[in-house]
């Protein structure tokens, strides 16, 4: 383990309580839950910025570890073990230094709940700035060890195409500003339609987020997309798994 590793790991820790809510993703398709995403909240539910806010150079390492710890411990306890359901967790590259040395919290906890390690999604929001040399080295290692791996915000961030040409994860989450009025806007639908075909021919499964109403909901389903994450399906629900609305039925009343 590197220097800075240890320091990080020694050093200043988060003291600040927080837990998790869980947003189903569902394939549309099928109607089935995909997955759950973790998304930090304060202890009694308050917003993450609440909780994001306190994050500083010295305990963002403390932090990284904390949440995924978090996230598998609740996940174990609100699965149900028989359906194959996976986890989706962030991570933040800058709080990585050697992917090996600093997995082995994550790997603990899920060896301790017993959760298994093919049912994890590690997503890299690309809106924080990284060296992409970095952040590929991440992704491998984590594709070498059986996670699955997930690029969130698409389209919004630093990386964007540049990460992609080197790496291709299993996932991209397409940003909700491209999502937002997709129905109403030939723009975005023409920008969308062309990334959707882009990732397909990269085998990469795309992900739309966001997704607040119906007629976007359906303009999606019309251009192919199985996978879709947001309010109008299911809000997060605090330390609680969200059962979603029925898409077949949001899609039969806006057609």
Do not use: W
Request: hydrophobic share 45%; proline share 5%.
């Amino acid at each position: 383990m590197s220097t800075h590793c240890e320091g990080c790991r020694d050093g200043g820790a988060f003291q600040l309580p927080f837990s998790m809510a869980f947003q189903p993703i569902v394939d549309i398709r099928t109607g089935a839950i995909f997955a759950h995403e973790a998304l930090v909240r304060g202890p009694n539910g308050e917003g993450a910025g609440s909780v994001l806010g306190q994050i500083k150079d010295d305990n963002r390492y403390a932090f990284d570890q904390q949440c995924r710890v978090k996230a598998i411990e609740l996940a174990s306890r609100l699965y149900d073990p028989g359906e194959n359901v996976k986890l989706s967790i962030n991570f933040m590259p800058n709080a990585v230094y050697e992917p090996r040395a600093c997995i082995r919290v994550t790997l603990a906890a899920a060896m301790k709940t017993g959760f298994p390690l093919d049912r994890i999604i590690f997503e890299f929001t690309e809106n924080e700035q990284v060296d992409t040399k970095h952040v590929l080295n991440i992704l491998r290692t984590y594709r070498d060890m059986g996670f699955k791996t997930a690029i969130d915000d698409f389209g919004a961030g630093h990386a964007g195409l540049a990460l992609l040409a080197h790496f291709q994860p299993d996932i991209v989450k397409l940003d909700m500003d491209m999502i937002r009025g997709i129905d109403v806007d030939p723009v975005r639908r023409t920008i969308v339609k062309h990334t959707l075909r882009m990732l397909e021919e990269l085998a990469v499964v795309p992900l739309c987020e966001g997704v607040e109403t119906a007629e976007e909901l359906k303009v999606l389903r019309d251009l192919g997309v199985a996978l879709i994450q947001g309010y109008v399906l299911a809000k997060p629900s605090f330390e609680a798994l969200a059962v979603p609305v029925s898409a077949a039925s949001l899609l039969t009343n806006a057609a």
